[in-house]
Each structure stands twice: as structure tokens, then as C-alpha cells.
């Protein structure tokens, strides 16, 4: 974000494969291509960062397995978003929003509902196509200066612009910040939600870093970034979605007043002293402690001949199973209730994908939750599983039998 190479290395997580990338069975006799997966902090701005990054072509592509609306928490986050940014900014009836990474319309179908026009940019033609199967126009390709020339000469400038699975993605900053004062009205508004790095720290998440994610924010960073360019985050709001996340709103510098919570937020980072090396250390060794509790936890159960199997596969989850080295020696199968990883297998591991109704039908003894961050809804959703004497097992931030 600020152009330095200044930056330290802090974890290594080791070589992992795109996490939402599943393979059918003929793929499984291919080659399997592994990424280095390690974390740096640059010491001049305190933005975290991959040390490796994968060309975004070989992430978002016609295989990319993500569908946004798959929990009932994610959906209601996303209305509680539309609802407040057209409440609160007085946005006016039919004005355009337009979703950069869009997947398959979900936060646009809120802004819809809340009589607002919409429009989704993404790059995964299968993502598209759902969206637009289902009523929200969008467009396949990624944001860019060619994708803005060819929007808007069809539609006005949009009065909102939102990026809340992308921000994190972005490989070019100052590029996208470019074309965004170029695509957005002069009053308009940007608003942008990502894991906030304060709770990754604090709750040990670090299946959270995977490739996709490029960046781990802490505010301190985008304060100055928009900075730069003239723009400015005016308001911080937390929510506990994704383990813990900022929603960020930024306007052009000085149309909108600064809310107290920009430096509330500021003050927790610094007293977490999240930008300090021993903080770092402390972080990367605790990460190696999980990873052995983990792994004999799962152990010990398979010597006890208890069968073990896996709860969800979202991206978070393979980026667990592959640094725990946790494979189908130990997790039977795994559950999802995406059709796009049904019937395939995880990366790496290669692990089988069953629907969650097999959970109900085969009766293991545990299930290994992946998608934490919903395993209240997952539960809930599973109470079957628990009454027939099925217990389930959270991996972060230390792995606890419920």
C-alpha cells in the first residue's frame, strides 16, 4: 500500500494449494501445484501482507468454488449493511450500487430489496451466472479502467460502490484506488468490509490467511493510504462476521464527518500493540502450539477407533487441513451444502465432499467444525447429529470438544 520493501516475515504457514480450488477424481491423478503461504509486516506502514502472490487468473476462473449466501448469519450481515448505508447516507430511491466481487449477488439483492439500482462486477463465469439467473445484472471480468469505460457508458456513476469479499483480494491498490475516484461520484460513497487483523491476532485465526487474502488490515494502514489520495475513512463500524471484521466507509476528504469510533478502533490496535515484533512472535509460536494440540487431539480419537469427520469445507478450512497435515487417514469425508464442492475433493488433502445429510445418515462419533466462525448456525442447524450422540470439535483458537 505504501510502496515500501521494508517488510519482515513473521509466519510461515509452508506450501499450501489454492483453497478454493476442488478437484473431481480424474484430477486427482494431475499434478497438484503448492504456494508458498507466509505473512509479512511492512515496517513502515503496519500493513500485513503475503510474501507470495498468486497471478489472480489461476484464482478466479470458471473452478473457483465460493457461493457468498450459504449461511443464514452471512445473509442477514449483508441486509443489515444494505439497509444501514441507505438509511444513514440518505441514498436516493433507484441511485446505483455497484459490487466489485459480487459472487452470486447476494449484498445486491439487499441494496434491491432497500429500492436501490444494482450492478455486480466479478471474475468467476460460474459465479456470474447464477447471479444473473437470478435477477441481478452482472458482469463477468475484473475492475478495471475497461470495465469502468464500458459501465458507464450505459449507466451514471454510482452513488455507493462496495467491496465486502474484495478488498482483501486486491493485488494493485493504487490501481484500484484510481479507477475508483474515476468510477465514483463525487459524493458518493466506498464502502469496504475485511477481517479486522486486531481479532486474527487475538483469536488465533490463522486459517483466515490463505491466498486469496493478500492483506490483513489494521486500520493504522488504510488511514494513511486514503490519505494519500485524498480520500478518507470517515466512520469504522466492528461486527463479529468472518471472525471478527471492519466495515469501513470512506468519502472524498472533508464531505463527511469523522466518527469517534475511527479513533476508538485506533486505540484498541495500539494498546494490542498489533504491530509490534513480539507481538508478531508471540502470534507465530502460539500458531505452531494449535497446530500440535490439533493434530493429537484427532489422534487420539482415531487410536480410541472413534470415526472423525470434517464440518463445512469453506477456504479457511483447507488452509487448516493442509498446514495441520490433517488428511482422509484421519477425517472420513467432509460436509458442504455448496454444489460446487459436492461430490469433489479437497485441495491437497483430498478429502471427499458429501452433502451435510450424510452426517445425519452415517453417524460418526465427531465432526470437526471448519467454517467456525458459523458454528452456532451450524450446530443449530445439526441438532440431530448431536442428540443421536455426536460431538463436534472447534479448532480455533485451541481445539475444544463441545
Not at 128 to 138: C, F, L
Not at 345 to 361: A, N, R, S, W
Request: with cysteine.
Amino acid at each position: 500500500m505504501c510502496e515500501s520493501t521494508n517488510l519482515e516475515l513473521f509466519l510461515d504457514l509452508g506450501f499450501i494449494p489454492l483453497v478454493d480450488r476442488f478437484l473431481t477424481q480424474q484430477e486427482l491423478n494431475e499434478p497438484e501445484t503448492l504456494y508458498p503461504l507466509n505473512l509479512r509486516i511492512c515496517n513502515d506502514c503496519g500493513l500485513v501482507q503475503l510474501g507470495y502472490v498468486v497471478p489472480a487468473e489461476k484464482l478466479y476462473n470458471e473452478k473457483y468454488a465460493y457461493e457468498s449466501g450459504t449461511t443464514s448469519k452471512r445473509r442477514e450481515s449483508y441486509l443489515e449493511l444494505a439497509t444501514y448505508v441507505c438509511k444513514n447516507f440518505d441514498i436516493p430511491t433507484n441511485s446505483l450500487v455497484v459490487d466489485i466481487g459480487s459472487n452470486v449477488g447476494v449484498l445486491l439483492e439487499c441494496f434491491k430489496s432497500n429500492k436501490m439500482k444494482t450492478l455486480g462486477i466479478d471474475p468467476s463465469g460460474n459465479v456470474v451466472k447464477i447471479a444473473n439467473s437470478k435477477g441481478i445484472e452482472t458482469i463477468e471480468g475484473f475492475f478495471n479502467s475497461e470495465m469502468i469505460k464500458k459501465i458507464l457508458s450505459s449507466k451514471p456513476k454510482p452513488h455507493v460502490v462496495t467491496a465486502t469479499n474484495l478488498f482483501a483480494h486486491i493485488q494493485n491498490y493504487k490501481l484500484f484506488i484510481e479507477n475508483l475516484k474515476n468510477f465514483l461520484r463525487e459524493d458518493g460513497i466506498f464502502v469496504f468490509q475485511v477481517p479486522h487483523f486486531l481479532q486474527l491476532l487475538n483469536n488465533l485465526e490463522y486459517d483466515t490467511v490463505y491466498h486469496e487474502h493478500i492483506s490483513y488490515f489494521g486500520l493504522k494502514p488504510l488511514i494513511k493510504f486514503f490519505k494519500e489520495y485524498d480520500m478518507e475513512i470517515f466512520n469504522v463500524l466492528e461486527n463479529d462476521i468472518d471472525g471478527g471484521s471492519i466495515r469501513c466507509f470512506v468519502g472524498r476528504m472533508g464531505l463527511n464527518k469523522i466518527s469517534n469510533n475511527v479513533n476508538t478502533i485506533l486505540d484498541k490496535e495500539e494498546k494490542s500493540q498489533i504491530y509490534s515484533k513480539e507481538r508478531l512472535e508471540k502470534f507465530a509460536n502460539d500458531v505452531k502450539n494449535q497446530k500440535k494440540q490439533l493434530y493429537n487431539l484427532l489422534l487420539s480419537l482415531k487410536q480410541d477407533n472413534k470415526r472423525v469427520v470434517g464440518l463445512s469445507a469453506p477456504a479457511k478450512g483447507m488452509t487448516l487441513l493442509n498446514y495441520c497435515k490433517i488428511d482422509n487417514h484421519i477425517l472420513d469425508y467432509v460436509t458442504e451444502k455448496s454444489e460446487l464442492k459436492i461430490g469433489k475433493y479437497t485441495p491437497g488433502m483430498h478429502i471427499y465432499v458429501e452433502t451435510d445429510q450424510k452426517l445425519l445418515e452415517d453417524k460418526p462419533d465427531y465432526a470437526l467444525i471448519l467454517a467456525w466462525n458459523f458454528a452456532d448456525e451450524i450446530m443449530k442447524n445439526l441438532e440431530d447429529f448431536h442428540k443421536a450422540g455426536g460431538k463436534f470439535i472447534l479448532p480455533i483458537p485451541s481445539p475444544k470438544i463441545i
